[in-house]
């Protein structure tokens, strides 16, 4: 049996099943919308999710609005 | 130039309000809101974090700005590299929707100095991207003409560090500033009276930018109208132009004809 991928999400290390996309990652986090997405400090468009593939070790960053000045 | 068409124009857009107004700090949704319809500001600032255990909070502020019927200007607030600030940018355009962008890249913590080595080159590359990019910066001439250089139709350099509220620290570099630039001039940060608003106007700044004076104040709502009646009586001063200040005194009530007339 092969070992799951390891990512990470906002830092946390999570391990999804091999071949998870970026859409199964941002499942897992269960955020409330709206978010943006970026992997490996690049951004990706919501539209790419389901085919952006993770890699293992790929640092994922999902950010929603909040206050600033 | 009546007040009522002197409108604030960036990157083409045009806005009844000279005044843009951080979200942070205050003491309570209500309030912000509350302060939002007062002071009637041309934007307001908002930013991207991580969701927390409590993700309603965002939720809640995202529908604070929806109701708030303003234009948003999200900023890239605690970036320090430029692709930091690059995807930051990125995220931020396609949750709020806005191609506009306060550009925020810090190079040092403490300070919250702008990266000023650095931000021409963040600027450039978010407006060949297509961003309307307003980059908070340092009065530095030479940096803010680089950056118009690289496409910038505003620039704005800070007047003190942020959340400091010391009003403007180098005044002669922000009116040699206003003097060297043609484009928009909007001081961010450092503001913490509407004197110090006012005072920014007069020299000629096209806006302001604040957050901490207004949040932080013992009653927002009012300090944020106080400072939108600050920036309006700075502009029109800047319009009506000063009188030159005079080393003696000149009688205003004319001298001809007083009476018990005696020469001291």
Request: aromatic share 6%.
């Amino acid at each position: 049996m092969s070992k799951p991928l390891q990512v990470f999400i906002n830092q946390q290390a999570v391990e999804l099943p091999i071949g998870a996309s970026l859409a199964d990652a941002v499942q897992h986090a269960k955020l409330e919308p709206p978010f943006a997405a970026a992997v490996n400090l690049q951004f990706v468009p919501k539209q790419q999710y389901a085919q952006h593939a993770l890699q293992h070790g790929d640092k994922i960053e999902l950010i929603s609005p909040i206050t600033g000045g | 130039m009546s007040t009522s068409t002197d409108t604030l124009v960036l990157y083409g857009q045009h806005f009844s309000s000279r005044l843009l107004l951080g979200t942070s700090r205050y003491p309570s949704p209500q309030i912000l809101l509350d302060a939002i319809a007062l002071a009637q500001p041309a934007m307001l600032t908002a930013s991207l974090r991580r969701q927390t255990a409590s993700p309603e909070a965002s939720q809640s502020f995202w529908h604070l700005l929806r109701d708030a019927q303003v234009p948003v200007l999200p900023n890239t607030a605690g970036c320090h590299s430029i692709q930091e600030a690059v995807t930051t940018a990125e995220m931020a355009r396609e949750v709020f929707e806005t191609d506009w962008i306060k550009l925020e890249l810090i190079g040092d913590d403490y300070t919250l100095q702008p990266d000023t080595l650095n931000l021409p080159e963040a600027a450039s590359r978010l407006i060949k991207s297509g961003f309307k990019v307003l980059p908070y910066c340092t009065e530095d001439l030479v940096l803010c003409q680089r950056l118009v250089d690289v496409g910038c139709q505003a620039v704005m350099p800070w007047a003190a560090p942020i959340g400091t509220g010391k009003g403007p620290t180098n005044p002669h570099a922000l009116r040699t500033l206003r003097e060297r630039l043609n484009v928009p001039l909007i001081v961010d940060a450092g503001l913490g009276l509407p004197s110090h608003a006012c005072q920014v106007m007069e020299w000629g700044f096209d806006a302001v930018l604040l957050n901490t004076a207004v949040a932080l104040s013992q009653d927002p709502v009012r300090m944020a109208r106080a400072f939108a009646d600050a920036v309006n009586a700075g502009r029109a001063a800047f319009l009506a132009g000063a009188m030159q200040a005079q080393e003696s005194a000149q009688p205003s009530t004319p001298v001809m004809g007083t009476p018990f007339w005696h020469q001291a």
